[in-house]
């Protein structure tokens, strides 16, 4: 069965560094979105990406978060200084389409936990 | 706007006893929902989802959820906890305008005791 997958599992940086965090949607999607989730709290929603733009994005996505999908696979999540409250797990899911009466369920990768020393 | 509460953090029950994890919806629309599960330092699974078809939706390990729009509720259900099912739940409402962004419940951590 298809499935999101997501690199590095786990990443250490220190603060201001910049990182870089990857993810393969599932082949035929067409949506794609990473969520945030600082621990202990619930996920929250940061930014959505359709046809090589964003398409939403919250209010946590500031200037310092970027998205693009380089190569018609990955999807990368970057954020070009990081904060000791960037620490939390990302995930990335991917979905079909979206819309509709039964709008299809979204796939989550497994997530890549981020330390920020 | 649509919105999603999870009324219990942490829900205890003993091994082979009914699950009940509460969760209430708002929404402008008639919602979409979703319970997902998060086992310790795993990714979200989808359990089940309702989409407008039938109210009581069943999804996979036994659980199931029945929505009730008299009470904008979602509740998940399981008559008989297994040691397996300790995790985190979340009850999802999916945003059903724009991206179609998913909003997520605070979770209820749920323990099984032997």
């Known amino acids: 069965e298809p499935e999101v997958t997501q690199t590095p599992s786990h990443q250490v940086t220190q603060m201001g560094q910049e990182v870089i965090l990857r993810c393969v949607p599932i082949s035929n999607h067409l949506y794609f979105y990473w969520y945030r989730q600082i621990l202990g709290q619930k996920v929250e929603f940061l930014v959505s990406f359709y046809n090589n733009e964003i398409s939403e994005k919250s209010e946590i996505f500031d200037d310092q978060f970027s998205v693009e999908r380089p190569d018609g696979s990955n999807f990368t999540l970057k954020i070009r200084s990081t904060k000791l409250e960037d620490s939390a797990m990302y995930f990335c899911?991917?979905?079909?389409?979206?819309?509709?009466?039964?709008?299809?369920?979204?796939?989550f990768g497994p997530g890549t936990r981020l330390t920020v020393t | 706007a649509q919105s999603v509460t999870q009324l219990d953090s942490h829900v205890s029950v003993s091994e082979g006893t009914p699950v009940l994890l509460r969760c209430n919806y708002s929404?402008?629309?008639?919602?979409?929902l979703f319970w997902y599960v998060q086992h310790p330092n795993k990714g979200l699974q989808l359990l089940l989802k309702y989409t407008s078809a039938a109210t009581l939706v069943k999804g996979i390990n036994g659980f199931e959820a029945e929505f009730k729009k008299s009470e904008t509720s979602f509740h998940l259900t399981k008559p008989s906890a297994h040691m397996s099912d300790a995790a985190e739940y979340f009850c999802v409402v999916i945003f059903t305008s724009g991206t179609y962004k998913y909003i997520f419940g605070t979770g209820t951590r749920l323990k099984v005791l032997a």
């Open positions: 929404s402008s629309y008639s919602p979409s």
């Open positions: 899911a991917s979905t079909p389409t979206v819309g509709g009466v039964n709008p299809y369920e979204q796939y």
